[in-house]
Antibody, heavy 118, light 112 residues
Framework: QVQLVQSGAEVKKPGASVKVSCKASGYTFTSYDINWVRQATGQGLEWMGWMNPKSDNTGYTQKFQGRVTMTWSTSIDTAYMELSSLRSEDTAVYYC???????????WGQGTTVTVSS | QSVLTQPPSASGTPGQRVTISCSGSSSNIGSNYVYWYQQFPGTAPKLLIYRNNQRPSGVPDRFSGSKSGTSASLAISGLRSEDEADYYCAAWDDSLSGPNYVFGTGTKVTVL
């Protein structure tokens, strides 16, 4: 079945970087965008950016410009989101989601908890 | 900071109809499709409505979406206990810095 499986929980110190992976299966990886969305505890959903593995394009929301990098490997159908210069406010659950453009984010990963603490 | 505004809460008794509003602007809802997501505590969001009013396979027809101008609505008819969840609207926003996907502030639906 179509699914996205993310890497496990991470604990990082302020100033460090974290790289979350998202492995796709059950569909053609290059046929869809992958979006990254995060959610702090008790808060709403926050879109971070998108990547298209076929066109080699990425787009990041201004808030994360310069701190986030989205990459992928088509050989293993895996997307990555790296966030640098971590601060306590980055503590959140990070989700990857498949996006068929006008069809919406129809498949989501299970989420990866990132905790930033000294 | 969310640019789509939703009421923080909505409630109803089983069988009732509940409506959730989503207010945006000309750069997002006014010129792009609206999406709705359902989220239960501790789980990933689930796509409920796409392209303003389309339901993915498996979503009950009790859920319906509509859009008018710069606002949108999600209606849940025949409310059931299992509908108790958080609901988020979303849309692409054509900002000066490039397209951004924006989520609503979220609405917690309680079944009384």
């Amino acid at each position: 079945q179509v699914q996205l499986v993310q890497s496990g929980a991470e604990v990082k110190k302020p100033g460090a970087s974290v790289k979350v992976s998202c492995k796709a299966s059950g569909y053609t990886f290059t046929s869809y965008d992958i979006n990254w969305v995060r959610q702090a505890t008790g808060q709403g959903l926050e879109w971070m950016g998108w990547m298209n593995p076929k066109s080699d394009n990425t787009g990041y929301t201004q808030k994360f410009q310069g701190r986030v990098t989205m990459t992928w490997s088509t050989s293993i159908d895996t997307a990555y989101m790296e966030l640098s210069s971590l601060r306590s406010e980055d503590t959140a659950v990070y989700y990857c989601a498949r996006d068929g453009r006008t069809n919406g984010m129809d498949v989501w990963g299970q989420g990866t908890t990132v905790t930033v603490s000294s | 900071q969310s640019v789509l505004t939703q009421p923080p809460s909505a409630s109803g008794t089983p069988g009732q109809r509940v409506t959730i509003s989503c207010s945006g602007s000309s750069s997002n809802i006014g010129s792009n499709y609206v999406y709705w997501y359902q989220q239960f505590p501790g789980t990933a969001p689930k796509l409920l409505i796409y392209r303003n009013n389309q339901r993915p396979s498996g979503v009950p027809d009790r859920f319906s979406g509509s859009k008018s101008g710069t606002s949108a609505s999600l209606a849940i008819s025949g409310l059931r206990s299992e509908d108790e969840a958080d609901y988020y609207c979303a849309a692409w926003d054509d900002s000066l810095s490039g397209p951004n996907y924006v989520f609503g502030t979220g609405t917690k639906v309680t079944v009384l």
